[in-house]
């Protein structure tokens, strides 16, 4: 196992943050083909038979090859925190490494109990916004592994009134980004794209959710433009660009959201907003914690100069 970060690192950081983003893609298809129950019991796909019978069809292939790719995200999860576990402890690789793997696992046990809770829509909610907080945690990892370098030490928060100011909008836009896509979450559950045709709804209006979903994504596209405003005030420019990759998303997502409303929720744009919901989340975490390592370098400065130097 390596002792610094190196290629390999950084190769297993992106990996898992594709990995992680890639299993909600292909979960959603699982949901949005109606293969939800393709596979009716778990772990087994039947009560007699690990692998889908010829007389289940496609929807239990695409529900087999579902938990399959779980398997794939696992090693993953695994090979990643072997490449970071003995790098230094300052730099703080190997804790979100570790909750990675451990979610994942979690994850596969959470979609599992989804199955034989029948679809329930809170079971596939929080099937989804786990999913949501790994990606989170996966792209805290890709940071840190790409940076290499110590972590700043929690205790320095930003010191001035402009790095205080830039860390809360960062934090206001992180928030409301997990607002709207547990909105999002709730307006898939009472719409048609439930998993499964006899599957259970959450029981709200479709009509109503779409519009409700659509005030709190209004509320962070103003967030994302002061975000991207706030860091460039500030001469943050890691960050910048991470706000400005962020702010672009959020357009795209409200473009998508718009067009699928519209147009009788098509698979392939339902399939392509959730994606870029994951997607969306990992950018919005790297800007945060950019404004963060930033800021908190900038007061360690002004406390302690010769100790940053050192």
């Known amino acids: 196992m390596p002792t610094t970060v190196g290629r390999y690192a950084r190769v297993m950081a992106w990996i898992s943050v594709v990995a992680q983003s890639g299993i909600v893609t292909t979960g959603g298809l699982v949901r949005l083909t109606g293969s939800g129950l393709g596979c009716p019991t778990w772990p087994m796909c039947t009560a007699d038979s690990f692998v889908p019978t010829p007389e289940m069809g496609i929807h239990g292939i695409i529900e087999w090859g579902n938990r399959t790719l779980t398997g794939v995200v696992c090693i993953v999860a695994l090979l990643t925190f072997l490449a970071v576990l003995r790098t230094a402890p300052s730099m703080r690789l190997a804790r979100p490494a570790l909750a990675v793997g451990l979610l994942t696992i979690l994850q596969a046990i959470v979609g599992g109990l989804t199955v034989l809770l029948q679809l329930h829509p809170n079971a596939v909610g929080v099937h989804f916004l786990i999913s949501a907080l790994i990606v989170s945690i996966a792209a805290l990892l890709l940071v840190r592994v790409y940076r290499a370098e110590p972590v700043p030490p929690v205790r320095l928060l930003p010191g001035t009134r402009g790095d205080r100011l830039a860390f809360a909008i960062a934090v206001a836009t992180v928030a ?64 910048r660009r991470a706000a400005i990759g962020f702010l672009a998303l959020v357009v795209l997502q409200a473009v998508v959201g718009i067009w699928q409303s519209r147009t009788g929720l098509p698979i392939v744009l339902v399939s392509v907003h959730m994606t870029l919901s994951m997607v969306s989340i990992a950018t919005v975490t790297v800007a945060l914690v950019l404004v963060r390592r930033t800021a908190s370098l900038r007061q360690a400065e002004v406390s302690d100069p010769e100790r940053v130097e050192g």
């Open 176 to 239: 409301m980004t997990w607002v709207t896509v547990y909105v999002g979450s709730l307006t898939t559950g009472s719409g048609p794209h439930a998993g499964d045709a006899a599957a259970e709804r959450n029981g709200l209006d479709p009509q109503f959710m779409q519009h409700a979903h659509s005030i709190p994504a209004y509320v962070l596209l103003g967030l994302a433009i002061l975000l991207v405003i706030v860091t460039g005030v500030r001469a943050m420019p890691s960050a």
